[in-house]
């Protein structure tokens, strides 16, 4: 192999190697930041689970911006708390799971998750039982300090398909969570 040809394999094996070293750290700490978020998930399901509203406000962020399924939008503590004690009533008494389905960071003080929502045993307002549900949670997540915080959510349901309708491609989403 010419001598030119020979020094471009090593500056690009050097370069992979280089590479490498340098996305391990980075690969690391989101593995761990992963992992904190998804223990805040818990955290913050298991309040909820038991309707403890006021236990609920300090997972967010003082500006954050809560949409829920039904379209009631809150900005920041006051507005948010609103939103969680409406949305209690419904949820009194059923059992509710949270899953972190996807993780995405965003530098090193933020990321993109999707959380998937599963809820049993809900009443409706005039306390009829009400299907199982999924909501699936896009959420956006910020570290301030060593904290992970919630600065904004949008929980949404896929609409049933039209009558007669054939699925033409599985929802990225749902085939990530199937992986899982």
Do not use: C
Not at 8 to 32: D, I, Q
Not at 119 to 127: A, Y
Not at 129 to 155: C, D, N, Q, S
């Amino acid at each position: 192999m010419p001598r030119a040809q020979t020094m471009t394999v090593r500056t690009w094996l050097l370069a992979t190697v280089v590479s490498f070293a340098l996305a391990a750290p980075a690969r690391a700490a989101s593995s761990k930041d992963e992992d904190a978020i998804k223990a805040r998930v818990a955290d913050f399901i298991a309040l909820f689970s038991k309707g403890d509203v006021k236990g609920m406000l300090p997972f967010w962020t003082d500006d954050a911006m809560l949409v829920n399924p039904v379209g009631m939008s809150g900005k920041g503590p006051a507005e948010i708390e609103k939103i969680f004690t409406s949305d209690a009533a419904f949820f009194k008494d059923s059992k509710m799971e949270m899953k972190v389905v996807e993780y995405r960071p965003i530098g090193k003080d933020a990321a993109w998750i999707e959380i998937e929502h599963s809820v049993s045993g809900g009443h409706s307002p005039d306390g009829k039982a009400m299907p199982p549900m999924t909501f699936h949670v896009p959420a956006l997540m910020v570290k301030k300090g060593k904290t992970w915080l919630i600065a904004e959510a949008r929980p949404y349901a896929y609409l049933p398909p039209p009558a007669g309708a054939k699925p033409v491609a599985v929802a990225p989403a749902a085939a990530a969570a199937s992986k899982k």
